[in-house]
């Protein structure tokens, strides 16, 4: 693992699978939301709104992956101080947050049709919205954070500290009751028909594929851009 | 012993996080009925709130309960959770997906006779979703039906 942490040989990596992951995962995407907005049938009960499915539950995952890759990286970061992983988590903070944002959007869409309400406090959705929240506190503490090693720890605390929301948007529908529905997919068993399964599936692959993509192509500029400031500063100093 | 400094982080990190998640693992056990988003049949009948007292109860609407009161205007039905039943009297528009055997959240509260009068209506999707030709099976069949597509 130490291996790819030397920036020379990632950049090596991304600068191909970068491309790689966008097209594929746009591909995959898109032929998901095509399929699901055309050819799946209506549902029993919510009729047509059932095809916000196919962007709620990607948007819902990649929301929640994005904090799991923040605090991972922030975790890596403060036990083996590689400057990659600090990059990496600043990277996953931009798409992590806009996905958070498009579920909370998609799901109140959803919910109007489906409830009669565009939103209500229940454990789900209030978690959901503190993970946005805690999105906006890292972005913020991250930019704040000067380049020195000692600052940037503070932010990789802070992902580290809100990854147990993480947990509790997971667990929120078994442990209270809820508004929103119990999951669907559960250890091997789907209560989703096969006729959105695999829409569903393609979807959320293709989009995890356009977040790798998205997150390559960040860390990739985070890193040109200290490399270009090293670089003047080198001529600065030069008399 | 002597420990590297990067194993001496990983250990402090590591008790840190265990009491982080310990400390939010019993707070969220003591939020476990506060944090609900409404009361079910069972929890009525087992700690009944106050009449008057403002709540919303959730459950299924039983098959077959739901009836027109006197009044011509108003709906009675009835709301489960496969323990305990409870009246529910709701005078205004229905929600699309309110239908008999499916979920439903009530805002509103009890009367002295036991009986729930709710000002607002939503209607809860479970996490079965089913296409439109199984229409016709009920929620369980529709589930097992798709339990075996799906295996």
């Known amino acids: 693992m130490h291996g790819y942490a030397n920036p020379a040989r990632f950049l090596k990596i991304a600068r191909w699978l970068t491309p790689v992951l966008l097209v594929v995962g746009l591909v995959l995407a898109g032929g998901a939301l095509a399929w699901g907005l055309t050819q799946v049938p209506p549902e029993r009960l919510q ?134 529905q119990r999951a669907s997919i559960t250890a091997g068993t789907s209560s989703i028909d096969a006729a959105f399964l695999w829409p569903l599936g393609i979807a959320v692959l293709g989009f995890t594929c356009i977040f790798g993509g998205v997150l390559l192509a960040r860390m990739r500029a985070i890193l040109a851009h200290s490399q270009a400031e090293a670089r003047l500063r080198r001529k600065a100093m030069q008399p | 012993m002597s420990w590297k400094p990067k194993h001496q982080r990983m250990a402090l990190l590591g008790v840190a996080l265990v009491a982080l998640v310990g400390a939010v693992l019993l707070a969220m056990w003591g939020l476990r009925s506060q944090a609900s988003y409404f009361y079910v049949p069972a929890q009525v009948e087992s700690d009944p709130p106050a009449v008057g007292q403002n709540i919303r109860l959730g459950g299924m ?15 009675l039905f009835t709301v489960h959770d496969g323990e305990a039943q409870v009246p529910v009297r709701y005078r205004g528009i229905l929600p699309d997906l309110f239908v008999e055997g499916s979920g439903v959240v009530a805002e509103g509260r009890f009367t002295p006779e036991g009986t729930f009068v709710a000002d607002t209506l939503l209607a809860k999707h479970d996490e079965n979703y089913v ?6 099976m009920t929620a369980a069949q529709a589930k097992a039906a798709v339990a075996e597509t799906t295996k």
């Open chain 2, 131 to 136: 296409p439109r030709e199984l229409e016709e």
């Open chain 1, 47 to 180: 009729g047509e709104t059932v095809r916000i499915l196919f962007v709620h539950v990607p948007t819902a995952w990649l929301g929640m992956a994005g904090w799991t890759t923040i605090a991972g990286a922030s975790f890596a970061y403060l036990v083996w101080r590689h400057p990659l992983a600090d990059i990496a988590a600043r990277a996953a903070a931009w798409p992590g947050a806009c996905f958070t944002a498009i579920c909370l959007a998609t799901g109140s869409i959803w919910a109007r049709p489906t409830w009669g309400v565009w939103w209500v406090w229940d454990g789900r959705l209030t978690s959901f919205l503190i993970l946005l929240f805690l999105y906006f506190g890292y972005i913020a503490l991250s930019n704040g954070a000067a380049q020195s090693e000692a600052s940037r720890r503070i932010p990789a605390i802070f992902g580290l500290v809100g990854a147990i929301n993480i947990p509790i948007i997971n667990r929120s529908v078994e442990w209270w009751e809820t508004q929103h």
């Open chain 2, 61 to 75: 609407v039983l098959e077959g309960s739901l009836g027109q009161a006197d009044d011509g205007v108003s709906i």
